[in-house]
């Protein structure tokens, strides 16, 4: 999939920026505002005797030219994001499922008037794994590994880990009673890294950590008249 296009008298972003730092934006028109968007994924499974193997790839590019003013002078911003994501799962028999994916996101932010530039690199690796042990108790898992490495300021690195336990009861195992254990390691920090036109921001928010719950599910599985 993709799409292309250009903006004729563009709403654009007119910046004043004082000697303390203080901005004030106002807005104006402008031509020259042009976009170009792509994505698509492959996919490949493999049946084997008694599992399946499945292969993942997906990809998406992301490319603006937008005009802007900052302090009356007349700018264009380049800016493309790109994600490429690889992933592989494995199953066998209703009885165990593990997958690992890497996903890479490039951003970047190219002043050509002012001469700067702005650049974002972060990767997740991600490992999760599910075991049936019988039709009643399962456990599950996934680890993710993430690592956000800005042009500007420190590179941030942090993992969570989360689990679960399942057991089922009743005669047609229609009942369930959960336990999760999320963010193990205590390194939930909700990190966002994106581009703007003549910026990069990285937000930290406050969230939740380590947390415990507990959760009860029936299931009726039983649908229309009896026969």
Do not use: C, H
Not at 113 to 121: F, Q
Not at 136 to 144: F, G, T
Not at 150 to 156: A, F, L, N, R, T
Request: without cysteine.
């Amino acid at each position: 999939n993709g799409s292309a296009g250009i903006i004729d008298n563009a709403i654009i972003d007119s910046t004043f920026i004082d000697q303390q730092s203080r901005r004030s934006v106002y807005l104006t028109n402008s031509n020259g505002s042009k976009y170009v968007n792509f994505g698509g994924y492959l996919r490949k499974s493999v049946k084997l005797k008694n599992s399946e193997l499945q292969l993942t790839f997906n990809t998406s590019f992301n490319f603006n030219k937008r005009p802007t003013f900052t302090n009356t002078l007349f700018n264009f911003s380049n800016n493309t994001n790109t994600t490429n994501t690889v992933s592989t799962s494995y199953t066998y028999k209703d009885k165990l499922g593990i997958e690992a994916s890497e996903a890479l996101n490039v951003s970047s932010s190219k002043q050509t008037t002012l001469g700067t530039a702005y650049k974002n690199v972060s990767t997740t690796t991600t490992f999760s794994g599910n075991n049936n042990f019988n039709k009643k108790i399962s456990l599950s898992s996934n680890v993710n590994f993430n690592n956000n490495n800005p042009s500007v300021g420190d590179d941030i690195n942090f993992i969570i880990w989360n689990a679960n336990a399942t057991y089922r009861f009743t005669k047609g195992n229609n009942a369930e009673i959960k336990f999760s254990a999320l963010d193990l390691l205590r390194q939930n920090r909700s990190i966002s890294n994106f581009t703007s036109t003549n910026s990069l921001t990285t937000s930290i928010r406050n969230v939740l950590q380590q947390y415990f719950m507990v959760t009860l599910s029936y299931y009726p599985r039983k649908f229309g008249n009896n026969a």
